[in-house]
Nanobody, 118 residues
Framework: QVHIRESGGGLVQAGGSLRLSCAAS????????TGWYRQAPGKERELVAT???????NYADSVKGRFTISRDNAANTVYLQMNSLKSEDTAVYYC????????????WGQGTQVTVSS
């Protein structure tokens, strides 16, 4: 059984900051959080940022310079620090996790709502 726990979403004014957290665990195999995606109403889910086990990061152009992804390997947790938030950042943010045992499978959290008011 896989558990992915997201937290940190909420309502913030434009220009403000939020920090999302994602912790992952598996009952029978190791699973690691690998990135954040988001889906706005009427739009497809899109990549926000990813981070490898070694710390290599990748960002969507729309968030470069404003968002920072990081990980705590001991806690098996990935964070997304979001600064200078804009109304267009409003979306449900989903954490994705992967496992070396099943490399073709993606595991998703339930999502956390981020709303930026202008």
């Amino acid at each position: 059984q896989v558990h992915i726990r997201e937290s940190g979403g909420g309502l913030v004014q434009a220009g403000g900051s939020l920090r999302l957290s994602c912790a992952a665990s598996g009952s029978t195999f190791r699973i690691d959080p690998t990135g954040w995606y988001r889906q706005a109403p009427g739009k497809e889910r899109e990549l926000v940022a990813t981070i490898s086990s070694g710390g290599t990061t990748n960002y969507a152009d729309s968030v470069k310079g404003r968002f920072t992804i990081s990980r705590d390997n001991a806690a098996n947790t990935v964070y997304l620090q979001m600064n200078s938030l804009k109304s267009e950042d409003t979306a449900v943010y989903y954490c994705k996790a992967n496992s070396d045992y099943y490399p073709e499978d993606d595991y998703w959290g339930q999502g956390t709502q981020v709303t930026v008011s202008s």
